[in-house]
């Protein structure tokens, strides 16, 4: 159980140390931290709908039409005709400005390779699908948090309020 609950912590301080990166990157592209998620989203599943970016995300649309109207004002997307419905439009990443954000993001993605040639091929499957069911996981906590569930408080991240204090 304890292996758990360390394995928890160090998910938060790898979330919480991306977010910091993503915040310097946005800083040099003078982009806003949440701006580079939906941009990610843009370039890894586009071209989108702002409607499918919307119920990915979980934003209002109102506010949606701001950051894309940003997005596309700095050239990191454009709108473009949907050809199945011209009078919708898709959203596509800029494929000219992805040098620009690669370079920023290069020295966690080699330090990523540097860590993973330490790792046996069946090592590296294990985190992988660890990885992708914590993705899940997330993914699921998310649609509670936004259907209004409650959960058990002793059933939160560990240093987290409203977890116990007897299990911090």
Request: charged fraction near 25%; hydrophobic fraction near 40%.
């Amino acid at each position: 159980m304890e292996l758990n609950r360390e394995i928890q912590e160090a998910l938060r301080d790898l979330a919480g140390q991306l977010s910091r990166l993503n915040v310097a990157v946005g800083d040099v592209l003078d982009l806003r931290g949440g701006d580079l998620a939906y941009l990610d989203l843009i370039d890894r599943q586009g071209p989108l709908s702002p409607s499918q970016l919307a119920a990915m995300t979980g934003t209002h649309p109102a506010t949606l039409t701001g950051v894309i109207d940003r997005l596309e004002r700095g050239g990191w997307v454009a709108r473009r005709p949907d050809p199945a419905d011209r009078r919708k439009v898709r959203l596509e990443a800029a494929r000219e400005r992805g040098p620009e954000v690669a370079r920023l993001y290069g020295p966690m993605s080699r330090s990523i390779a540097r860590l993973c040639s330490g790792y046996s091929a069946e090592e590296l499957r294990a985190i992988h699908d660890f990885l992708v069911k914590a993705v899940a996981a997330g993914e699921a906590a998310v649609a509670t948090v936004r259907h209004g569930a409650a959960s058990d408080p002793g059933e939160g991240m560990p240093g987290v309020p409203g977890r116990s204090a007897g299990e911090q």
